[in-house]
T-cell receptor, first 113, second 109 residues
């Protein structure tokens, strides 16, 4: 596609529920990144994929967070047992081989009530 | 650990009033310093990449400069449509963007 697509754009869920956030990167981009942005803050790194494998998952806050990219294209960020503190905008970016030119999607606004 | 600090946190200017935003950084093996613009409810939009001290890049009313410790985003004769949050980020050896907290810029007509 022409840009990075994230769905849904908004998600409201109840505390304790499971959610999946989807990212469809620019075609041909092998590097994919997930970030989390709280109100008034800069984006905070979560995880980076190079192809199908997670090259760096050091930003995942705990084991309730997990991400996959099974075919090296679309990625899904999965959050189990959601907590109110998980409420934020989740941003996805892709890059050609992680060499710069990072393009961001519009994000998914997650609200845990 | 790579770190980025932006100042000021917020800046209000009158239309036509030039100013600069600061980005101070520490990074192991700088591979690039990036400036992004972010409008409310949207993802960051790429503006510039700078790779080495002394480098400068310009786009319309914006000019980015880089030293070994900081970067400046100069805005000349701004217009209300330049109002946004401006984000600075660095990429070092870890090959991931590390962002500052951003500067919220408001241009009053």
């Amino acid at each position: 596609g022409a840009g990075v697509s994230q769905t849904p754009s908004n998600k409201v869920t109840e505390k304790g529920k499971y959610v999946e956030l989807r990212c469809d990167p620019i075609s041909g981009h092998t590097a994919l990144y997930w970030y989390r942005q709280s109100l008034g803050q800069g984006p905070e790194f979560l995880i980076y994929f190079q192809g199908t494998g997670a090259a760096d998952d050091s930003g995942l806050p705990n084991d309730r967070f997990f991400a996959v990219r099974p075919e090296g294209s679309v990625s899904t960020l999965k959050i189990q047992r959601t907590e109110r503190g998980d409420s934020a905008v989740y941003l996805c970016a892709s890059s050609l081989q992680g060499s710069g030119g990072y393009t961001f999607g519009s994000g998914t606004r997650l609200t845990v009530v | 650990e790579d770190q980025v600090t932006q100042s000021p946190e917020a800046l209000r200017l009158q239309e036509g009033e030039s100013s600069s935003l600061n980005c101070s950084y520490t990074v192991s093996g700088l591979r690039g310093l990036f400036w992004y613009r972010q409008d409310p409810g949207k993802g960051p939009e790429f503006l510039f990449t700078l790779y080495s001290a002394g480098e400068e890049k310009e786009k319309e009313r914006l000019k980015a400069t880089l030293t070994k410790k900081e970067s400046f985003l100069h805005i000349t004769a701004p217009k209300p449509e330049d109002s946004a949050t401006y984000l600075c980020a660095v990429v070092g050896g870890a090959q991931k963007l590390v962002f500052g907290q951003g500067t919220r810029l408001t241009i009053n007509p």
